[in-house]
T-cell receptor
């Protein structure tokens, strides 16, 4: 079975440009997560969706960041305008959540390494 | 609020040594789940093991073993006879409410030949 698929794997762009990261979760999973990983802050949860609905976006840094999940098989994380401090590895993960709590692990994509010059 | 503490930022061992990675968690929930993930130098995050709060049985899988103790709120991970391929960043995570996990800062393990 295909795992979580993220694109692009690498992105280098100049500050001020719009950046769009894409994620295809594992088929059948109903929860999707976006994380950012940096040396300084470690692994941070930005936002997560359950059944395509954003449940918690408290980790989104600021209004320049937005995330959408138009259907169960696709999500985007957009940064507009981008800044050098947004440089990081962005991970998408998905899981199957059942009931009020679940012991299901998250399955991670390979990440997008983003560099803002 | 939930919290996961991995006090060991970096550990370095020589191949064939045993090594234990510590994980201490905080939660007020009575039902929760604990996980370990591995992030090798290639960068992907790989799920290793999970434990339910109501199951304190320890687990062994090959050279890996996990010790879960509710009394000390710890979920430690031991690698026996470490190998160079074990070099990675290891994350402990806690999950309570539906979906959301809290990750520790990770422990970077370096196994030298």
């Amino acid at each position: 079975d295909a795992g979580v698929i993220q694109s692009p794997r690498h992105e280098v762009t100049e500050m001020g440009q719009e950046v769009t990261l894409r994620c295809k979760p594992i088929s059948g999973h109903n929860s999707l997560f976006w994380y950012r990983q940096t040396m300084m802050r470690g692994l941070e949860l930005l936002i997560y969706f359950n059944n395509n609905v954003p449940i918690d976006d408290s980790g989104m840094p600021e209004d320049r960041f937005s995330a959408k999940m138009p259907n169960a098989s696709f999500s985007t994380l957009k940064i507009q305008p981008s800044e050098p401090r947004d440089s990081a590895v962005y991970f998408c993960a998905s899981s199957l959540e059942q009931g009020a709590a679940s012991n299901q692990p998250q399955h991670f994509g390979d990440g997008t390494r983003l560099s803002i010059l | 609020a939930q919290k996961v503490t991995q006090a060991q930022t970096e550990i370095s061992v020589v191949e064939k040594e045993d090594v234990t990675l510590d994980c201490v968690y905080e939660t007020r929930d009575t039902t929760y789940y604990l996980f370990w993930y591995k992030q090798p130098p290639s960068g992907e995050l790989v799920f290793l093991i999970r434990r339910n709060s109501f199951d304190e049985q320890n687990e062994i899988s090959g050279r890996y073993s996990w010790n879960f103790q509710k009394s000390t709120s710890s979920f430690n991970f031991t690698i026996t006879a470490s190998q160079v391929v074990d070099s990675a960043v290891y994350f402990c995570a806690l999950k309570t409410n539906a979906g959301k996990s809290t990750f520790g800062d990770g422990t970077t393990l370096t196994v030298k030949p």
